[in-house]
């Protein structure tokens, strides 16, 4: 079988700042794959780079056979990748309703209300919201908005940064069981995450990364029990 | 009294012509953040326009009041509407990532290059074109009179028309929603599927469209203009869009309305020789007390 989303040998640079080093992995169809990393490593940028922005220096990345390493971003977000990313980048003079709409860019209005529907099942918050300013909501539900508006257009892959970051606990609790609804549902996800112990659990394989270079890989509950995980990421205990 | 209302009227006129070439001035300061200097003479290039279409028009015999005034709406649109794809395609594109000062340079340089085009190849003189509509409505109000033209009041029924259809596209179209997604976060736009090139190029056409619109109903009214008339109309939209707060769409609208109100109540009552030195006095002293204009949103620093 192959691989929904591929890096090969992927590098990244920022000027003579190396972001990315030689980064190969895959993501399947179906499968939730995260990527846990401390703050610097490099996460936020491979991401980005599968919409172009860094442009890779070296590598490729093949999406459904296709090397989209130097396609534009719109493009890339027209073929089936969505990206909540880091920051959530709502629109912020935008309503709920708006921000969602947003989201139904590649696909175009077809599905529109009935996406919307859905949405609003999966985050009540938003529903409640829908005709709010979206800067003036919580960090929680701006969250929340940047996944559903992800998921408005019915992606392939789903790419998530950091959901949990800046949230309180019992926020990030909810948000990782909503993203284990939305995985059950057969989506393929692929969660970038510092917070390894959510993230680990709800993935079938991880990747972890360290200044840019992939260190250890396996799958999540593997990772979990890891010695160099828990030392890192979890806390030691 | 009389002479109150009157410049009222006036005013108010001169205002809606303002915002409309201001909403240039503001939209492309909103999307990319540079202040297209060429736009008053995209302005200028419309007038020419205009004439251009009344000729042709009148030639085919068509000279009926609202066929031509309808055909060079029209025609002037469409034709100003390219120009300004144009420019931004080959003036501002290319400098996409590039410091802003070298887009600004490069905005100066367009607007030179149009000046002296039109110049080389309409004439240095003045041109002028023949009255359209005449006639006005007269009320006599004690021991005066106010007069307003029927130009006047299409006018002001164009203006708030353009104005209102773009209020519209804006807020309620999916180009709107591009535009302002694009305005707002141009990185995330591009995430979501949007060509933000292509937004920034139908902000620039829309932008010149509405500098057409104002061109067609000032030259109709006035008559006469030269290839420099650009430039203090120009100078003058700017100021509204920076008084009613740049990148702000209503900002400009209103700052359009304010300015050419004041000064048209400044120079009836005070002196009309000085009724720039009014209008630019009042830009600092707003900006003094509110310094990212009436309806801007003061720019936040990001930590």
């Known amino acids: 079988m192959s691989a929904l989303l591929q890096f090969k040998d992927v590098d990244v640079h920022y000027g003579p700042i190396q972001a990315l080093k030689k980064v190969c992995l895959e993501v399947n169809q179906g499968e939730i794959v995260t990527m846990i990393g401390s703050n610097g490593a490099g996460k936020s940028t491979l991401l980005m780079s599968i919409f172009g922005q860094p442009r890779i220096s070296d590598g490729q990345i093949i999406y459904q056979g296709e090397d989209i390493s130097q396609k534009s971003a719109h493009y890339v977000a027209s073929n089936g990748l969505a990206q909540s990313p880091e920051g959530r980048r709502i629109f912020p003079g935008m309503s709920v309703e708006e921000n969602l709409l947003m989201g139904t860019i590649p696909i175009g209005m077809e599905h529109c209300d009935e996406d919307m529907q859905r949405m609003f099942e999966l985050f009540p918050r938003l529903k409640e919201r829908r005709n709010q300013r979206a800067s003036t909501m919580s960090g929680g539900e701006q969250q929340m908005l940047a996944i559903a508006r992800a998921l408005m257009s019915r992606p392939k892959l789903l790419l998530l940064d950091e959901p949990s970051l800046g949230l309180a606990p019992i926020i990030v609790k909810q948000i990782f069981q909503i993203l284990a609804d939305v995985a059950s549902t057969g989506m393929t996800i692929f969660l970038v995450e510092q917070n390894a112990n959510h993230a680990l659990k709800l993935a079938d394989r991880g990747y972890v990364l360290v200044n840019g270079e992939i260190r250890l890989t396996g799958s999540g509950d593997d990772l979990l029990v890891n010695p160099e995980v828990r030392d890192a990421y979890l806390g030691g205990h | ?303």
Not at chain 2, 88 to 109: D, F, K, Q
Not at chain 2, 124 to 129: E, M, N
């Open chain 2, 1 to 303: 009294m009389d002479i109150v209302l009157q410049q009222l009227v006036n005013g108010l006129t001169l205002g809606s012509v303002y915002g409309l070439i201001a909403i240039g001035y503001t939209m492309v300061y909103g999307i990319i953040g540079m202040i297209n200097f060429a736009h008053g003479d995209v302005y200028m290039v419309s007038s020419y326009l205009t004439a251009i279409a009344i000729a042709l028009f009148s030639f085919f015999g068509l000279d009926s009041f609202p066929i031509i005034i309808f055909g060079t709406l029209i025609f002037t649109i469409i034709v100003t509407g390219a120009y300004g794809w144009v420019i931004e395609r080959v003036a501002y594109r290319p400098l996409r990532n590039s410091s802003r000062l070298s887009v600004l340079i490069s905005a100066i340089g367009m607007s030179l290059i149009l000046q002296n085009y039109v110049q080389i190849s309409q004439g240095a003189r003045q041109q002028g074109i023949p009255t359209m509509l005449s006639g006005a409505i007269r009320f006599d109000i004690g021991d005066g009179f106010v007069q307003i033209t029927y130009m006047k009041l299409f006018i002001l029924f164009a203006a708030f028309l353009g104005m209102g259809v773009l209020t519209y596209i804006i807020q309620k179209t999916k180009l709107g929603r591009m535009c302002r997604a694009t305005q707002q976060d141009r990185k995330m736009a591009s995430i979501l599927g949007i060509n933000t090139d292509r937004v920034i190029s139908s902000v620039f056409v829309i932008g010149a469209a509405m500098a057409a619109l104002a061109g067609v109903l000032v030259t109709l009214d006035y008559g006469a203009f030269d290839f420099y008339v650009g430039f203090i109309i120009g100078i003058k939209a700017f100021t509204a869009a920076v008084l009613g707060g740049i990148g702000s769409l209503p900002g400009a609208m209103l700052g359009g309305v304010i300015l050419g109100l004041s000064e048209a109540l400044f120079a009836g009552l005070i002196s009309s020789d000085y009724k720039d030195v009014f209008s630019f006095s009042l830009l600092v002293i707003i900006l003094i007390f509110r310094p990212s204009g009436l309806l801007g949103k003061p720019e936040v620093e990001k930590v």
